[in-house]
């Protein structure tokens, strides 16, 4: 039996518009080679010059992980070689970073665990290596975009809890809206700290697994490093500290070199760049920035609107799914519609309807705000459909062509006649024109009835109320022609 002890290392790529220290373009795709500079380069005699929006972005993801940010913080020189970075060191931090000592608590269904943020520093990333056979080519497009690197203390213990800590983290930047955490472009990447040991005796050997693009690759890849680390000890034989790689392919990790430690690095502070003391105007404008964050505003929707937990994990996924849905919902209260009973209705045409709409269309959630169905006009028709002045199958046509011709819900509803009937003779009249073409199915709905056989009479009675609709174009209240349906049979 052994106890693991898992640490992440979360790189993400902040939404600044030119590098960290330099004014080149900061930008995923553009032609190789065409967004550099002699800074970014590394020229003889450039001097870095600090882009303050990375500084302040940083500090919003520090805040948000509720880490102290130091009365000072400054750059270190962290020396290596990369074959993707011409002047071979990299500018970070190491003495006083942005963000110490905080938190992020992981929710999941049936655990709720607290790990610590050892510390959040700003760097500068390297550039990209494409191998194709025998060639090694570079890209330096990427080299000195703004990367933050969250830190955390070895509080995990299993795959799952990773994957789960990589799953908020991600949606946390997203809201903050300083980081696109698009994991398959790069912008968000994470290597992973594992090592096992007899409970009680503390951390084992620690090996590192580098550069995991997906959270599921973090389970994944830990999963499997759990498992060859316990197989080791029990052969005893002992673990090695060094870094591996995800083969993807395998599904195993494997050796890519011994591990480094921070003396290697030979950290020494950067000379050309001065020392960063936060001032109260710089604090107060990283506290204005920050926004309600996930784990919060979902635990809100279900307080103060009723809704499920999956309802409410959902919705709150992408900060725009939820800023619509919380759009739409104040529109049906305005309306004079009662706020849980909407919450909910709201919830189940957004996540089912709907998002299968944006599916068809390829808008992702994210973007939501550019689709055509604004979200006043979503509560008009939930409010209708809720009232009984139009059928559910009648608001769902409705919302076609709402779409489609970027119209008012009310307006189009009354023009092609889609108005619930609820005129009890004019139903009726329709009632008994099914009857007239039904007459077998009524005798076999009071049979099921008369033998208690309730699927039966279910069954048959839904399908005769679906015929009243087709008589009436599906404008007919469902509930009136059922219960005229049931008096009907009463008499035969």
Not at 301 to 311: F, I, P
Not at 383 to 388: F, H, K, P, Q, S
Request: net charge neutral.
């Amino acid at each position: 039996m052994y106890q693991s002890f898992i640490g992440l290392e979360v790189h993400i790529h902040l939404l600044t518009k030119t590098k960290v220290f330099c004014g080149c373009r900061s930008a995923f795709g553009d032609e190789p080679n065409t967004n550099v500079c002699p800074v970014c380069m590394g020229y003889p005699g450039v001097l870095p010059s600090l882009n303050i929006e990375a500084m302040r972005m940083g500090s919003m993801v520090a805040r948000a992980l509720h880490c102290r940010i130091p009365e000072q913080t400054w750059f270190e020189r962290k020396q290596y070689f990369y074959p993707d970075m011409p002047k071979n060191y990299q500018i970070s931090q190491f003495a006083s970073p942005l963000g110490q000592e905080g938190y992020l608590d992981l929710v999941g269904k049936h655990m709720k665990k607290r790990v610590r943020i050892k510390e959040c520093h700003l760097e500068e990333d390297a550039g990209k290596m494409i191998h194709t056979g025998t060639v090694s080519l570079l890209d330096y497009n990427r080299a000195g975009v703004s990367l933050l690197e969250i830190v955390t203390e070895p509080d995990m213990e299993t795959g799952e809890e990773a994957e789960l800590f990589i799953q908020q983290l991600r949606r946390t930047v997203r809201y903050l809206g300083v980081c696109d955490g698009n994991m398959e472009e790069g912008s968000l990447r994470a290597d992973a700290n594992v090592s096992i040991n007899l409970p009680g005796k503390g951390l084992g050997r620690k090996v590192e697994i580098k550069n995991l693009n997906s959270s599921r690759f973090v389970r994944l890849g830990l999963t499997y490093e759990i498992q060859r680390q316990k197989e080791r000890l029990d052969q005893g034989k002992q673990v090695i500290q060094e870094t591996r790689l995800w083969n993807e392919n395998r599904d195993q990790t494997e050796p890519m070199r011994t591990k480094e430690n921070a003396q290697d690095y030979r950290y020494f502070p950067e000379p050309d760049l001065p020392v960063f003391a936060p001032d109260p105007a710089f604090r107060a404008s990283v506290e204005a920035a920050l926004v309600e964050l996930p784990a919060p505003r979902m635990e809100r929707l279900k307080q103060d609107y009723g809704l499920s937990r999956e309802q409410a994990e959902l919705i709150c996924e992408e900060k725009a799914l939820a800023d619509y849905f919380e759009e739409a919902l104040a529109a049906a209260a305005a309306q004079g519609f009662d706020i849980q009973d909407g919450a909910g209705r709201i919830a189940n045409w957004l996540l089912t309807d709907i998002k299968h709409l944006l599916n068809r269309e390829g808008i992702a959630l994210a973007n939501i705000a550019a689709f055509r169905l604004s979200p006043q006009r979503l509560a008009a028709l939930v409010v209708m459909v809720a009232r009984g002045q139009v059928s559910m199958k009648n608001g769902k046509q409705a919302m076609d062509r709402v779409i489609a011709e970027d119209r008012d819900p009310a307006e189009l509803i009354r023009e092609a006649g889609w108005e619930q009937l609820s005129d009890p003779v004019q139903i009726g009249k329709a009632v008994e024109a099914v009857y007239a073409a039904e007459a077998a199915v009524f005798v076999q709905t009071r049979a099921a009835c008369a033998a208690g056989n309730r699927k039966r009479q279910r069954t048959l009675t839904a399908y005769l109320v679906g015929r009243v609709l087709e008589q009436t174009g599906g404008r007919a209240d469902p509930k009136i022609a059922g219960a005229q349906i049931e008096s009907l049979m009463q008499t035969l």
